[in-house]
């Protein structure tokens, strides 16, 4: 998020939406604390992003857990099932590179329910099979 101040102390942010792929780059003016006008989005889907951005910004996080067995080590990749409060983006990923499974799983099986007391589970992205080739 960048952003900067004009002589009529309008303060201008924008922000890059990543709500889809085409990752418009988001320009909202404030006054007072007050939202005053957002230009740049691509659809209404930006405004909502953008509204969400100033007041309680999220984001889904993706990562990798650390599969072992014996000897073998795998790398799960992961996701939280739902975006989570950009603040506790940090905390979440320190218990995710702690986290280690034992055990095959299937696409979407909970690796870490509610992570940090956020409501939200990490669900593995992909699955691991009874003789431990990823799929
Ligand atoms: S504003 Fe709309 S089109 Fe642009 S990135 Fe966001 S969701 Fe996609």
């Avoid at 957002?38 to 889907?45: A, H, L, P, S, V």
């Avoid at 073998?72 to 996701?79: A, G, S």
Wanted: net charge positive; aromatic share 2%.
């Amino acid at each position: 998020m960048n952003s900067k101040k004009n002589d009529t102390d309008l303060k201008e942010i924008k922000v890059c939406c990543t709500t889809c792929p085409k990752e418009c780059v988001v320009t909202i003016l404030v006054q007072d604390d007050t939202l005053v006008k957002i230009t740049g989005e691509g659809c209404k889907r930006g405004k909502k992003f953008a509204q969400k951005e100033l007041t309680d910004p999220e984001r889904t996080l993706t990562s990798t857990v650390v599969v072992r067995n014996g000897e073998t080590t795998y790398l799960l990749p992961v996701k939280t099932a739902a975006p989570i409060a950009k603040k506790d983006l940090a905390a979440v990923m320190t218990l995710i590179r702690k986290t280690t499974l034992t055990q095959p799983c299937d696409r979407g099986d909970v690796v870490i329910p509610n992570i940090c007391n956020s409501g939200v589970d990490v669900i593995a992205c992909r699955s691991i099979k009874g003789d431990w080739h990823a799929c």
